[in-house]
């Protein structure tokens, strides 16, 4: 008696359910991205409001009561927590930010004319993180249990715990006070600032435009001005590359088709470089969303330290003036660019290792 073998099923059809799989993932993970800004940006309403209103906050003390209760009332401070709630919700999903109340400006005009300073910083930092922190974990991972590999692991758990602004403080004293070959503060010169002003339409990066302007003196003296706030704040994430790196390689050089290649010859600086490195990045990219947070966050004491006028920048002296309404505005900006940036992680993750998806 024979017994049906039952055939597999067509290439096409197997596609089709890994594409299927891969689009329904996406739209899920898009569609958590409402209620992930939504829940972020009613928290900072809530903790805001929690200290008094705005108006209160800012200008209290400086005006006769009379004064400020006409502006309290002329605002919309005064009316029921929930009303004011739905407006502000309102306002966000349009596009509308508010006036800050320390210099009456749009705060949408202060996301966008900082924002990119921000982001800028934050990928130079990212540059750091990616070329100390991959290289060092697979050379603590060729060199597992050797002092080379207790030395980087010890500088690992160093640069994620040391202080932003402390790191800071002293690559400024070592590069620009006793060695003084890096500048102090600042994101680029005086004459480099005003010349990247006379562009057209600047786009705020300040590397982009002064490529664009095509001076290499410019490119130079931007460039100088980002080494010292990118190694202070990339560091951070560098320390979390590093053991991740690390631990990864190790995994995969006890997995199976590693020993094959062991024991066909295969030195093992070949296996770590060839065979253990892509699978060992697969976790790098799923956590770089967890680190762009990290990075928007350390961003405040890093533009504070250089003076590097950024989001963070801005936010620190937003509330020093108890700007309530300015802070407010910043601190959703970059809850969405954390929730939008998580979003693409997502994809990346799910077109590298199909696991992901399910």
Not at 35 to 60: E, H, K
Not at 101 to 123: C, H, K, M, Q
Not at 292 to 306: C, D, M, R
């Given at each position: 008696m024979t017994t049906a073998v039952a055939s597999p099923p067509p290439k096409t059809a197997r596609k089709r359910s890994s594409g299927g799989g891969l689009w329904r993932y996406l739209v899920i993970r898009f569609l958590l991205i409402i209620p992930t800004i939504f829940i972020l940006v009613t928290l900072?309403?809530?903790?805001?409001?929690?200290?008094?209103?705005?108006?209160?906050?800012?200008?209290?003390?400086?005006?006769?009561?009379?004064?400020?209760?006409?502006?309290?009332?002329?605002?919309?401070?005064?009316?029921?927590?929930?009303?004011?709630?739905?407006?502000?919700?309102?306002?966000?999903?349009?596009?509308?930010?508010?006036?800050?109340?320390?210099?009456?400006?749009?705060?949408?005009?202060?996301?966008?004319?900082?924002?990119?300073?921000?982001?800028?910083?934050?990928?130079?930092?990212?540059?750091?993180?990616?070329?100390?922190?991959?290289?060092?974990?697979?050379?603590?991972?060729?060199?597992?249990?050797?002092?080379?590999?207790a030395g980087l692991r010890v500088f690992a758990i160093l640069a994620y715990a040391t202080p932003v602004f402390f790191a800071g403080l002293l690559l400024k004293l070592i590069f620009s006070v006793w060695l003084g070959v890096l500048p102090v503060a600042g994101r680029a010169s005086t004459g480099t600032d005003l010349n990247l002003q006379t562009l057209e339409n600047p786009s705020g990066i300040y590397l982009i435009d002064a490529i664009r302007l095509g001076d290499p003196d410019a490119i130079g003296d931007v460039l100088s001005h980002a080494v010292l706030p990118?190694?202070?704040?990339?560091?951070?994430?560098?320390?979390?590359?590093?053991?991740?790196?690390?631990?990864?390689?190790?995994?995969?050089?006890?997995?199976?088709?590693?020993?094959?290649?062991?024991?066909?010859?295969?030195?093992?600086?070949?296996?770590?470089?060839?065979?253990?490195y892509r699978p060992a990045l697969i976790p790098i990219i799923t956590v770089i969303g967890l680190q762009i947070a990290l990075l928007l966050g350390g961003a405040v004491l890093t533009e504070t330290t250089f003076e590097w006028k950024g989001l963070g920048f801005m936010l620190s002296e937003y509330l020093k003036a108890r700007d309530f309404v300015a802070v407010q505005g910043i601190v959703a900006l970059l809850a969405v660019i954390v929730a939008l940036t998580n979003f693409i992680v997502d994809i990346i993750a799910a077109i590298i290792d199909p696991r992901v998806r399910y």
């Amino acid at each position: 008696m024979t017994t049906a073998v039952a055939s597999p099923p067509p290439k096409t059809a197997r596609k089709r359910s890994s594409g299927g799989g891969l689009w329904r993932y996406l739209v899920i993970r898009f569609l958590l991205i409402i209620p992930t800004i939504f829940i972020l940006v009613t928290l900072v309403f809530v903790l805001m409001r929690l200290t008094g209103d705005p108006i209160t906050a800012a200008l209290g003390g400086r005006l006769p009561p009379e004064q400020l209760a006409e502006r309290i009332h002329a605002a919309g401070y005064d009316r029921p927590i929930i009303v004011q709630y739905l407006e502000y919700v309102g306002q966000i999903f349009t596009g509308n930010f508010g006036t800050t109340l320390s210099d009456n400006r749009p705060v949408t005009e202060i996301l966008l004319t900082y924002g990119a300073a921000t982001l800028e910083l934050a990928f130079y930092a990212l540059i750091v993180a990616f070329i100390v922190g991959i290289p060092l974990g697979m050379v603590a991972a060729y060199r597992r249990d050797k002092w080379q590999d207790a030395g980087l692991r010890v500088f690992a758990i160093l640069a994620y715990a040391t202080p932003v602004f402390f790191a800071g403080l002293l690559l400024k004293l070592i590069f620009s006070v006793w060695l003084g070959v890096l500048p102090v503060a600042g994101r680029a010169s005086t004459g480099t600032d005003l010349n990247l002003q006379t562009l057209e339409n600047p786009s705020g990066i300040y590397l982009i435009d002064a490529i664009r302007l095509g001076d290499p003196d410019a490119i130079g003296d931007v460039l100088s001005h980002a080494v010292l706030p990118a190694i202070a704040l990339g560091l951070l994430t560098a320390g979390v590359f590093l053991r991740l790196v690390r631990t990864n390689v190790i995994g995969t050089l006890g997995s199976g088709y590693v020993d094959a290649a062991r024991s066909r010859g295969v030195s093992e600086y070949r296996l770590v470089a060839k065979h253990a490195y892509r699978p060992a990045l697969i976790p790098i990219i799923t956590v770089i969303g967890l680190q762009i947070a990290l990075l928007l966050g350390g961003a405040v004491l890093t533009e504070t330290t250089f003076e590097w006028k950024g989001l963070g920048f801005m936010l620190s002296e937003y509330l020093k003036a108890r700007d309530f309404v300015a802070v407010q505005g910043i601190v959703a900006l970059l809850a969405v660019i954390v929730a939008l940036t998580n979003f693409i992680v997502d994809i990346i993750a799910a077109i590298i290792d199909p696991r992901v998806r399910y």
